[in-house]
């Protein structure tokens, strides 16, 4: 591919993600990223619907995107929607909206493609080897797992208990009380039986948690054990479980205002955070491994990979 500027945003169920890149021949190089937060699935993902009001905050998103696009003379636009789109009875309304306000061509991807390129952006940042690695990307809508090692992937799915999703189904109290983080465990081991199956099979050395809740969840830990750290310097991070279990404490047992001041939480994450933290304990508590790590590759990552090499 000769040189030139690709753009990629990933239609998440929480945030919309940009990655500008300029692409090079078989490599590309990163010229910025943002992200702007829409909660698409906020008061509808339950009933599989987009309420207007996310419609309306999805466009404003795009809109602002397509604004940071347009000042880095970038050449093409890949917009890939996933789990609260996908899901969605009126998600192709919003996909046609898209196309005729702003002239943007959108994707909807289903959920095994979502983890395989969730994949190809983690195994460019995190080494794989002869054991085998559990990826997780904890989303708003789904949460993919891949078991991977040097091979390729050993197995993969995607599962409808994103932390959007939970947070509607569930509608925990402020703070969320043990009985309900116990109701949404019960839940988790219901729908993830297939996962729990799959690591007997495969059995996992290392945990890689990607994107957005698990960056959030290492900003936490890196402020309190490495306060001088800028993890937005770096793609990946190892986590010590002490210190994820001593937040998951504080976030399940305080206010979304004593949150919200926590250093390093993403003030756009306040509540999802909560429902993230239980997927990971649960995860880590059913899940034999080593090793816990943050990577920050993902999605948007992946499909820049595939675009390279002409998968897309």
Known sequence: MEKTRVAIIDLGTNTFNLLITEVDNNSYRILTESKYPVKLGEGGIHKATITSEAMKRGVEALTSHLIAISEYQVESIFCFATSAIRSA????DFVRRVKQELGLTIRVIPGDEEAQ???DGVKQVVPLANYYTLIMDIGGGSV???IANKNGIA?????NVGVARLLEQFTPSDPITSDQVKSIEKHLSSKLESLLNAVKQFPIFKVVGSSGSFDTLAAIIANQEFPLLDL???TTFKIHEPFLKDIHQTLITNTADVRR???GMDRDRVDNIVPASIIVQWVLGKIKHQEVWQCSFAL??????QIIN???
Request: net charge negative.
């Open 89 to 92: 009875t009126n998600g192709a």
């Open 117 to 119: 390129t969730i994949f």
């Open 144 to 146: 993919e797992f891949i």
């Open 155 to 159: 197995w993969k799915e995607s599962y």
């Open 232 to 234: 937005s310097k770096i």
């Open 261 to 263: 001041v926590i250093p």
């Open 300 to 305: 948007k990552e992946g499909a820049i990979l």
């Open 310 to 312: 002409s998968e897309l």
